[in-house]
Nanobody, 129 residues
Framework: QVQLVESGGGLVQTGGSLRLSCAASGRTVYRYAMGWFRQAPGKEREFVAAINWSNSRTYYADSVKGRFTISRDDPKNTVYLQMNSLKPEDTAVYHC??????????????????????WGQGTQVTVSS
């Protein structure tokens, strides 16, 4: 089993930045693909970003390209999401997820929630206008 714990959320003004962290425990995740999803009240869970394990190839939702950056620190068993130029529409609970298969080969594949085996409880991000 893998446990994922997110941190780093909070309240920020439009245009501000936050860095989310996802710490994994129970098993090393360096061979897992890792992703971030978000869910706003009354909306479905939405893909944000993902990163492969073998080549660190990254994938992003169009809505966050150029503003968000996903990265991983495998010795620390941690994945990060750097969020810049935040907008009110970025307000949501952000969840970290892990896929034991390790690598994605398309944006579509990385964006499918059912491909992920483990999920964290989430951290709230609120962007005020």
């Amino acid at each position: 089993q893998v446990q994922l714990v997110e941190s780093g959320g909070g309240l920020v003004q439009t245009g501000g930045s936050l860095r989310l962290s996802c710490a994994a425990s129970g098993r090393t995740v360096y061979r897992y693909a890792m992703g971030w999803f978000r869910q706003a009240p009354g909306k479905e869970r939405e893909f944000v970003a993902a990163i492969n394990w073998s080549n660190s190839r990254t994938y992003y939702a169009d809505s966050v390209k150029g503003r968000f950056t996903i990265s991983r620190d495998d010795p620390k068993n941690t994945v990060y999401l750097q969020m810049n130029s935040l907008k009110p529409e970025d307000t949501a609970v952000y969840h970290c997820a892990a896929d034991i298969l390790g690598n994605y080969y398309s944006d579509y594949e990385a964006a499918v929630p059912r491909n992920y085996n483990y999920w964290g409880q989430g951290t709230q991000v609120t962007v005020s206008s």
